[in-house]
C-alpha cells in the first residue's frame, strides 16, 4: 500500500484545510485508516481514525479535535480525506496518513495499529 497526502499549507487561525491521502496498491485489504500529526519537538499522535474493513463505517477522533476534524473516505478515489475546520496554532504539525492491515489489538489511534505511512503533509497555523 501506497500513501501519498497532500493539501498541507500555511493559514490564519480559524480558517480550514482539506488534507488529501491517495492511497494505491492493496488498498482492499486494509483493516483500518488514519490521520496522525507531529508538532515541532514533540511525539507523533493520533487524530483521526476509520475502520475501512468489511462494511467499514466506525470513526475514532482524539479528544482534542472532536468537533473540528472530520475523516472521511472516497472510495471511488481511494482516498482518505481529513477536514479541518477551526484551526488554532497548535494544531500546526506534520500531518500523516497511514494504513493498517492488522492493528494487533492496538488502538486505532496509536502508531503502532499501523503498517504504512505516507511521507506527510506540513500545516502551519499563524
Known amino acids: 500500500v501506497q500513501l501519498v497526502e497532500s493539501g498541507g499549507g500555511s493559514v490564519q487561525a480559524g480558517g480550514s484545510l482539506r488534507l488529501s491521502c491517495a492511497a494505491s496498491g492493496y488498498t482492499y485489504s486494509t483493516y483500518c485508516m488514519g490521520w496522525f500529526r507531529q508538532p515541532p519537538g514533540k511525539e507523533r499522535e493520533g487524530v483521526a481514525a476509520?475502520?475501512?474493513?468489511?462494511?467499514?463505517?466506525?470513526?475514532y477522533y482524539d479528544d482534542s479535535v472532536k468537533g473540528r476534524f472530520s475523516i472521511s473516505l472516497d472510495s471511488a478515489k481511494n482516498t482518505l480525506i481529513l477536514q479541518i475546520n477551526t484551526l488554532r496554532p497548535e494544531d500546526t504539525a506534520m500531518y500523516y496518513c497511514?494504513?493498517?492491515?492488522?492493528?494487533?489489538?492496538?488502538?486505532?489511534?496509536?502508531?503502532?495499529?499501523?503498517?504504512?505511512w505516507g511521507q506527510g503533509t506540513q500545516v502551519t497555523v499563524s
Open positions: 497511514a494504513a493498517s492491515l492488522n492493528p494487533r489489538g492496538a488502538s486505532y489511534l496509536s502508531d503502532q495499529a499501523y503498517d504504512y
Open positions: 476509520m475502520y475501512t474493513g468489511f462494511g467499514g463505517g466506525n470513526i
